[in-house]
């Protein structure tokens, strides 16, 4: 059995029609609800530890749904996706979760590592936890980009494992060494830079930890992300090198294990990543369903008035 791939009914803003316009209005020009996010630190097993940001109404015993976001690269609370998410999911009476993952909720986390694209136990020891406060609601988990990968990496690590009931991933980089490529060419190097500075400002912030681990002057100095990853996700994670790190982590090869029904939402025109990332059917499971769309641009997907329509799809998922 194989899973599914269908064209996406989403219509851009006739002034966006392009990967670019979508990704850099949508993250840059657009105003995002404000969230009043409610804040727990989450203790890990290995002495770090996570936070939650919590919206909407409390979550309740009996059977009521309970959303997991989760955010992509350099993003957390502040994110405007996951703002729009947040805010439509309350709307709607559904409690609103946020896993930041470690280092990404403006405290620095407390050992000589952090977070990346093939992390998953940090992911499965939260819903573990919300399994344990809350086993009668039925769990459901939103990733983008990043976060989209770590997602769909667990599922299908875990397979009916999983407490969660249904996933979305959207704008996911499903290989990540060809994504990590893309992003050294042409335009894309702009966002390319601008993740970098985040991700160096977090690095200095952070050196006086690192510093007995890796060449905290060579992290600063990369240029691109393999160098990036070579010379600090790799060595602080148990990867021999950026390569070993992407094969290992990309979350392509883990969609045919997937068993909880699960919505990909992908942009052709996505300019993080080439459209060549994108699976075939075959590699999908029977729970997969991959919605392609010909716009969207990288967590973009603004119709009408920028209006945001990934929160209206993402609801649609659930019923």
Same mark, same amino acid.
């Given at each position: ?18 990967? /670019?316009?979508?990704?850099? =209005? ?25 936070? *939650? ?19 992509? *690269? ?10 729009? +998410? ?42 573990? =936890?919300? +399994? ?7 769990? /459901? ?16 690590? +875990? ?10 991933? %959207? ?18 190097? =702009?966002?390319?830079?601008?993740? &970098? ?26 240029? #691109?992300?393999?160098?990036?990853? #070579?010379?600090?996700?790799?060595? &602080? ?20 294990? %997937?068993?909880?029904?699960? &919505?990909?939402? +992908? ?9 060549? =990332? ?5 590699? *999908?499971?029977?729970?997969?369903? &991959? ?18 329509? *990934? ?9």
């Amino acid at each position: 059995m194989s899973g599914r791939i269908v064209d996406s009914a989403f219509r851009p803003d006739p002034w966006l029609r392009g990967g /670019h316009a979508q990704t850099i =209005v949508a993250a840059m020009f657009r105003r995002a609800p404000r969230i009043d996010w409610r804040w727990e630190r989450l203790e890990l097993p290995d002495g770090d530890f996570v936070d *939650l940001a919590w919206h909407g109404p409390t979550p309740q015993e009996e059977r009521g749904p309970l959303l997991l976001l989760l955010h992509g *690269l350099a993003g957390g609370a502040d994110s405007p996706y996951i703002r729009d +998410q947040a805010a439509a999911s309350a709307l709607g009476g559904v409690p609103v979760v946020l896993l930041c993952f470690r280092g990404c909720s403006g405290e620095p986390n407390r050992l000589p590592r952090g977070y990346h694209s093939g992390e998953t136990q940090d992911l499965r020891h939260v819903v573990r =936890v919300l +399994q344990a406060r809350h086993p009668e609601s039925m769990i /459901h988990a939103v990733g983008f980009s990043l976060g989209g990968n770590v997602l769909l990496k667990y599922l299908g690590e +875990q397979g009916a494992e999983t407490p969660l009931r249904r996933a979305v991933a %959207v704008s996911v980089p499903l290989e990540l060494g060809p994504c990590a490529a893309h992003l050294s060419a042409g335009f894309a190097r =702009v966002y390319r830079q601008h993740l &970098l500075r985040k991700l160096r400002a977090g690095v200095r912030e952070k050196a006086p930890i690192l510093a007995d681990h890796v060449d905290v002057e060579a992290v600063l100095a990369a240029k #691109d992300f393999e160098a990036f990853d #070579d010379r600090l996700t790799a060595p &602080l994670h148990g990867f021999s090198s950026a390569q070993d790190y992407y094969a290992r982590c990309s979350s392509r090869p883990f969609l045919r294990h %997937v068993v909880r029904p699960t &919505l990909i939402v +992908q942009a052709v025109d996505d300019p993080f990543m080439p459209a060549s =990332v994108i699976p075939s059917a075959a590699e *999908l499971s029977d729970s997969v369903m &991959l919605e392609r769309s010909a716009w969207g641009g990288h967590v973009g997907f603004l119709g009408p008035g920028r209006s945001p329509w *990934l929160p209206r799809r993402v609801q649609r998922w659930w019923m």
